[in-house]
């Protein structure tokens, strides 16, 4: 069985983000906590969303990783902004990464004030599912 991802009639359809997905009997569900553009040191890597962005996105593949599963068993995405960061850069950075074709993943997106990592402009949290046969 595979993970379904709907776009049901009567919501507006996006080639960015799906509205539910169903999960089988049997997955594995990985949870991955909030995670910075910072290096294994803890600091950030540059004063630039995009680039935060990208290591971002990069040490929620290494944790994904470490559980077994990979970028493309996302399930659902959770982006938090700085308030003040380029929200263009951010999501430029990330867009290829977080795009699939016909079944895009769930994706939450806000701005907030700020963010517990000082200097950090963005952080990533997923949800993914593994599926064995």
Known sequence: MDITFLQPD????SPAFSHAAVIPPGATTVYIGGQNGVDASG???SPDVGAQALRALDNARVALE???ATLADVVSWTILIDQDADLRAAYGAVAAT???????PLVTAARVA????????????????????
């Open 66 to 68: 470490s559980a077994g």
């Open 98 to 104: 977080l795009a699939r074709d016909g079944a895009p």
């Open 43 to 45: 600091a950030v890597v």
């Open 114 to 133: 700020g963010l517990g990592v000082p200097g950090a402009l963005i952080e990533v949290s997923a949800i993914a599912a593994t599926i064995r046969d």
């Open 10 to 13: 009567g919501l507006v359809r």
